[in-house]
DNA sequence: AATGAATGAGGCTTCATTCAT
DNA sequence: TATGAATGAAGCCTCATTCAT
C-alpha cells in the first residue's frame, strides 16, 4: 500500500499521471489500469479521487483553463509594436509549449465532443483571440497597424504560431524537421509586420 | 435482406458512412453498429466487405491520399505573385472543404497513432510544404519575394490557412463566428505579402 | 457458375470436399466457406444439397458405417488360426487405411456427442467386436485358443492393430517413426498367438 | 460478487471448471460463458487469470505434463517379468484414469492442431513408448523376452492397454459392457506374456 | 484511505444459413 | 439449379467501475 499523503496530492499525482497517458494514447484508448499503473497506485483508487474516468479528463482539461492563455498585450511606454509582438509570441510559445501535453488533449477530445468543444472555443481560442483584437483595434486607431480586418488578422498570426505547436507538439514532427523557436519567431514577425514581397 | 449491389458499390456505401460516423465520434467512440445502421446494412455485412474495423479507418485515409494535395505552384506566363498566390490558395480552401471530414479524421488519428502520425506528415505536410518551398525559393531568386527562410515561410502561410479550415471545419466555429472565404483570402494574402504594419 | 452436373455427382463432391476439410481441421473449425472453396462450389449451394453443415457430418458418418467393418472371420478349409488372422488383420488394415480420414472424423466428434458416441460403439466398435468373439470362441471350443475371456481377447487384438492405426493415421507419427505393414502385422500375430515371453 | 480468494486459488477453481467442460464438450464446443458457469464466476473473471480461451487449453495439457507419465520399468531384485508387468500395468492404468479428462482433451485436440499433435506424440507417446523399449531391450538381452522388435512389441502393450481406457474413459463404454480392471490386467498380462494359441 | 479481485455491459468479429438474382 | 451478398445470433474479450478486505 502506498505511503498516505495527502488527499490533494494523491490526486494530483493520478490527474498527472492520466495528463501523460491521455497525451499518448488519447483518451479512449488510454485505460484505468494504465493511468494506475503510470501514477504508482492500484486501480481502485483512481475512484477514491475521481468519479469516473471522464472526470480525470474534464480535471484535465480545467486545469489548462487555469493558465494564463490571455496574452497580456499591452502597449508599454510606447515600445514598437514589434518588440511587443516579440514578447507576446515568445511568452505564448513558452506557455504552449508547456502546457503543450495538457492542450493536445484538450484539442483532441474537442475535435469530436461538443461539450469539450465549446469550452475549447470559449475558453481557449476566443479568450486569446478577444485581447489580441483589441490590442490590433487600438493600434489601427493609432495608425501603427493597417486597417485589416481585426478578427481575421489576429487568426492569421494564431495560425502561423499555432502550426509550428501542432507540427512539434502534437504530431511529434521534430523527428522530421526542427525548428529554431527564435528563428521562427523572428520570421513570423517579419512577415506578420512587412509581408514577404520583395522588390522584384 | 437488403438488396444485392455490386460488391464495389456496397464497400463504397459502407466506407462513406464509416467516414460519416468517424468524423461524428472520433474512431474509438464509432462503434460498427452505428457505422451498420448508418450504412443501411447488418452488423456483419461490414465484414464481408473490410477485415477489420481498423481497415475502415487505412481505407478511409488512403482515400485522402489520393486527392491532389499538393497545389500546382506554377508562375504562367509572368503572373503576378498575387494573382498565383490567390489562385493557389483558392484552390486549397475548397480542396480542404471538401474533404474536411476525412482530413479530420485522418488528423485526428494522427495525433495518437504512430504510423498514421508518419503517414499525415509525409504524405499530406511534406507533400504540400515541398512544392510550395520551390516555389517560394524561385521567386526568391527572381527577386520577387525576400529572403526569408522559405521552410518556415511556407509554414506560416499554411498556418494562417489551415486555422481558418480547423475553425469552421474541424471545430465547428462557424456556430460562433462565420468567416467570409473570400474576405479570409483577402486578408491573408494581404498580409502575407505585404504586412500588417502601417505608417504609425 | 459450376457445370451442370446431376444433384447425386454433386453431392458426393461436396460431402467428399467436406471430408478432407473435416480431417484437417475437426468439424468446429471446419467452415461452409472453406469446404466450397474445397468443393469449387458456391457457398450457397452446399445448402441446396444438405440441410445443415451437421447434416454432413452426418452423411460422411453414414458412408463410414456402409463399409464393411465387419470382417470375415471365418475358418474355410482348416486353416491354422494363423493364417486367418493374418488374412484378417491385413484386411483390417488395409479397410482402416482407405477410411481413416472418415473414421477420424467419426471417432473425434463420437468423443464429445452422445449420438455419434452411441452409433461408433454399436456400429464400429460392437459390430467389429462380436464378429471376432465369435469365432474366438468357436476357436476355444475347438481347442485351438486358449481359455482366455473373449471379449477382453478381441479387445487386446483390436487395441494392437489400433494403435498402430491411431498413430500413422490419426496422429500423423510418421513423421517420427515410420513401421512397416508387414513387419507389423507379424508382430502382432507373433505376440498375439505366442506371446513375448522368452526362455531365460 | 463472489469473495476475493488468493488469486491461484480462482485460477485453479477456473482451471478446473474449463477441464469439465472442455471434456464434455470438446474445446471448440465450450464457451467461455459456460466455464464461467461452471466455475461461478462471472465471463470477465477468466480473463482476468487467463489471457485467452487457448491459454486455458495450454494450460490443462501443461498440467497433464507434469504427471509422471513415464512409468518405472526396473527389474528390481530379479522379480520375474510377469510381476513387474503387473506393477507397471496396474500402475499406469490408475494414473491414466485419474488424468483421463486431460488426457481426453489433449488427445481429442491433438487430432486437429499440429502443436499440440508434436507434444503430445513427443511428451506422452514417446516419452512413455521410450522407457519401455529399454526395459524391453534389457530383458531381451537376458532372454527373458523374444528377440521381437521392441518398438512394435511395446505399442502392442500400449495398445492393448490403452483400447480398455479409450473404451471406459473416452466414449464411456461401460454404460454398454463393464469391464473389470483386475481381470483385463490379468488377460493382458497372460496375452501379452504367453499369446493365446492353445494345443489344438 | 488503499487495495485489487470481481463484475457485466458492450464491443468487435465469425460464420451457418437465407434468399434475390 | 447455382450463386454469393446479406444476415444476425452468438462467441471472445475489454475495461470502467464496485466493493470486501
Known amino acids: 500500500m502506498k505511503r498516505s499523503v495527502s488527499a490533494a496530492e494523491r490526486r494530483r499525482e493520478i490527474l498527472q499521471a492520466a495528463g501523460r497517458v491521455f497525451a499518448r494514447k488519447g483518451f479512449e484508448r488510454s485505460t484505468t489500469a494504465e493511468i ?10 483512481i475512484f477514491r479521487h475521481f468519479e469516473t474516468k471522464q472526470a480525470l479528463l474534464i480535471d484535465l482539461v480545467a486545469s489548462v483553463l487555469t493558465e494564463p492563455l490571455t496574452a497580456v498585450w499591452k502597449r508599454s511606454e510606447n515600445r514598437p509594436v514589434e518588440e511587443i509582438l516579440r514578447d507576446v509570441l515568445r511568452n505564448r510559445l513558452a506557455l504552449f509549449r508547456e502546457n503543450a501535453p495538457l492542450l493536445k488533449i484538450f484539442f483532441a477530445e474537442a475535435l469530436f465532443r461538443e461539450d469539450l468543444r465549446d469550452r475549447f472555443i470559449d475558453e481557449v481560442v476566443l479568450r486569446a483571440a478577444t485581447a489580441a483584437e483589441a490590442f490590433f483595434r487600438e493600434e489601427q486607431a493609432r495608425g501603427s497597424l493597417r486597417p485589416v480586418n481585426p478578427q481575421i488578422a489576429v487568426r492569421c498570426l494564431m495560425g502561423m504560431l499555432g502550426i509550428f505547436v501542432v507540427w512539434s507538439e502534437f504530431l511529434g514532427g521534430d523527428k522530421y524537421l526542427r525548428f529554431d523557436d527564435e528563428a521562427v519567431l523572428d520570421t513570423i514577425i517579419s512577415i506578420y509586420l512587412d509581408g514577404v514581397r520583395g522588390r522584384g
Open 36 to 45: 494506475a499503473r503510470e501514477a504508482g497506485v492500484a486501480e481502485g483508487t
